[in-house]
């Protein structure tokens, strides 16, 4: 495989292949072609290795052969600076496909569709992680601006935060204390409920729906929340000298919490609206 020189891989996010079958290797190559440069891990310490050095654009988790496993990229999603996750497989069951997608994969790709159409699909998600990247660098040394607080939202209605907070929705990032942290579609919709619930809290059912919207039974929600929780908290920890933590309020649920700061009990009130809400 033919690899870009450094200033090509500099200017282009890499696309990163784990478990790489000849097939997905024939897709690098096709990547190639768009000038993003392609790097191969070949085991989870590598792969973790690659995406800590940062310029990873987006992971294809080739599951096809075996040498890869949905295991690892629960792990991956784990990481601070971890891109957004693609699986390619051959002849997935229901039961994988709803396990992929509910530890915050981004897309899951068959190679019944052909190496083409999948290599065109992996550059749409490349441009958009290029194109994240772009706006984040222009716009990392401008300082936020806070209202009691809070930071003000940007016009576009996609970024929205609280003081020492930034998220940015539409790109999925959440920017604590100046670092970017990448979250998976289900840390999003979590973040996103605990910061507008901010001083205050969310219960855990209400979490558990927001997470898991189409599933019905409630128990089964909370048992896949806590894994969830667990890596978003991880993911404020690794930031050194954030004054911010997801706490645990005891037979409530979880509250963002400034440190030094009292956690406001859940809001009555609203945690009835929103019970009555899903129950119709």
């Keep these: 495989m033919h690899y870009l020189a450094e200033t090509k891989r500099e200017r282009k996010l890499t696309l990163l292949l784990i478990g790489a079958s000849e097939f997905a290797k024939r897709i690098g190559n096709l990547i190639e072609q768009h000038e993003y440069s392609v790097a191969q891990a070949s085991s989870a310490r590598d792969a973790v290795s690659h995406i800590s050095r940062g310029r990873i654009g987006l992971v294809l988790l080739d599951l096809t052969e075996g040498r890869a496993s949905l295991e690892l990229a629960d792990t991956l999603l784990g990481l601070p600076s971890c891109p957004p996750i693609v699986v390619l497989d051959s002849e997935p069951s229901t039961e994988r496909l709803l396990a992929a997608m509910r530890i915050g994969i981004t897309d899951c790709l068959f190679v019944s ?13 490349l441009d958009k992680a290029q194109a994240r990247a772009h706006i984040h660098s222009s716009h990392a040394s401008e300082a936020s601006k806070t209202t009691n607080g809070r930071v003000e939202s940007h016009n576009n209605g996609t970024a929205h935060g609280l003081a ?10 959440l920017t604590i ?25 969310a219960t855990y059912e209400e979490m558990a729906r927001v997470a898991f919207p189409t599933t019905k039974d409630i128990e089964h929600a909370l048992r896949l929340l806590r894994p969830h929780i667990a890596r ?6 690794s930031v050194h000298n954030a004054r911010w933590r997801i706490v645990n309020m005891r037979r409530q649920g979880y509250a963002l919490r400034r440190i030094g700061a009292p956690i406001a009990p859940v809001d009555p009130v609203t945690t009835q609206q929103v019970q009555i809400t899903h129950s119709t």
């Design 113 to 125: 569709e052909g190496d083409h159409r999948i290599s065109e699909r992996l550059k749409e998600h």
């Design 232 to 237: 978003l908290r991880r993911k404020f920890e």
């Design 164 to 173: 020492g907070l930034d998220l940015n929705a539409a790109r999925r990032i």
């Design 177 to 201: 204390e100046n670092v970017p942290i990448m979250l998976s579609s289900i840390e999003l919709s979590l973040i996103e409920l605990l910061m507008q619930r901010a001083p205050g809290g």
